[in-house]
Every structure is written in C-alpha cells, then in structure tokens.
C-alpha cells in the first residue's frame, strides 16, 4: 500500500516537474486573487482604510508562483483516475476534458489543503491498487501489462499538453515525469528509454 511518504515525495516530483508546464500555460504576473484577498486582511487593518494592495501591474513580468504540493497531489490523482479509466474502458471519456482540467489547476492561485490532497491521493492510489490486484488476477500478463498503462498515460498526458501549446519536449519530459511519479506510488521504477 502507498505510504503518506511515499504520497508526498510522488506530489513533490509532480509539482517540480508541473512547473515548466505552469510557466507556459499562466501569463506573467497572472492572479485570479481580487485585490482584497491580494492584502491580507490583518496588514490591510494595520496600514489602515486606505491601504491599497500592489498595482496590477506590478508583477508583470514575473513568474507564475511555483506549483504545490497541493496541485502535484491532485494532477497524480487524476492521473490514477486516468489508469482506472483505461482499465474500465473508459479511457476516451477521461481524456476529453484532460486538457480543460489540466488548465485548471495550473491556473489556480490560490492555496490548496495539502492535507486534505494528501490524503486523497493516498486514498485513490489504494484503490487503484486494490483495481490493478483484482483486474490482475485475470489476466496473466500482470506487471508488463501495468508499465504498459502507465506508457499509455504517458501518451495521454503529453498528447494533452501538446494541444495546449505546451512546447514537445516539455511536454514530453512532463508527462513522463507525472507517469513516473504516479508508478512510484507503486513501487515502479519508471524509466524513459
């Protein structure tokens, strides 16, 4: 069974690796935070009513704030939805909106429960575990078969990123990072020929 270790370590590889990722999806400076939540509320009472927070331009040309845990957590969570979809055959169905999600959560700025992510991916990561161990059990082909799936994720992810103007090989590099982080929940060691 995946351990809470093993589930922040998988979250960590997927945030530093969604990084690059984020930087060409997120413009420079981009925050869906309105202005109030921009100060928080403490500092806006002590420099009193007429406080403002920065100017929107202020952080122009800046990076976009780095991706966390949080975020690492829930991409590897869909991803393992990713590998139930293709053993259910449900594959197609779980690609359509890959893109609209992915986007998503790169986009979002505001902090996550990274517990809270934690603790649903370990969850998830057990019952694919238990799926991959009952599917496993018919079919003789067992561990081949699973890389196989993870390969096939791989694809998924980088074909979706593609179509989102994320460069090939950042792509590329991206998805088999994600792939890899989410096989090590398995104990798979992953490796790109």
């Keep these: 069974m995946p351990t809470d270790h093993a589930c922040r370590t998988a979250a960590e590889r997927a945030a530093h690796c ?32 007429g406080a403002r927070p920065p100017a ?21 969570h ?6 139930c979809a293709e053993m259910t055959g449900a594959l197609a169905a779980w690609h359509t909106d890959l ?4 986007r998503e959560m790169l986009a ?9 992510a934690l603790a649903d991916l370990k969850l998830r990561a057990q019952e694919v575990l238990t799926g991959v ?3 496993g059990r018919s079919d ?14 791989e ?16 792509a590329g590099v991206c998805a088999g990072a994600l792939a890899a982080a989410a096989g090590s929940l398995f104990g798979l060691a992953l490796t790109r020929p």
């Excluded at 990722?21 to 009513?49: F, I, K, Q």
């Excluded at 845990?69 to 991409?75: D, K, R």
């Design 18 to 49: 969604l990084d690059p990722v984020r930087s060409v999806l997120v413009p420079a400076g981009h925050t869906e935070s309105s202005p109030a939540e921009v100060m928080p509320v403490v500092l806006r009472n002590y420099l009193g009513a």
């Design 56 to 76: 929107p331009g202020a952080s122009a040309g800046r990076r976009p704030a780095p991706v966390g845990i949080a975020t690492g957590a829930a991409v590897l």
């Design 78 to 83: 869909m991803c393992l939805d990713g590998l």
């Design 99 to 102: 893109g609209r999600r992915l």
């Design 108 to 116: 979002e700025s505001r902090p996550a429960d990274t517990w809270q």
């Design 133 to 135: 161990a009952d599917h």
């Design 140 to 153: 003789p082909v067992g561990p081949r078969l699973l890389i196989a799936r993870f390969a096939l994720l």
């Design 155 to 170: 694809d998924a992810v980088s074909g979706a990123l593609r179509r989102m103007a994320v460069p090939a090989e950042t």
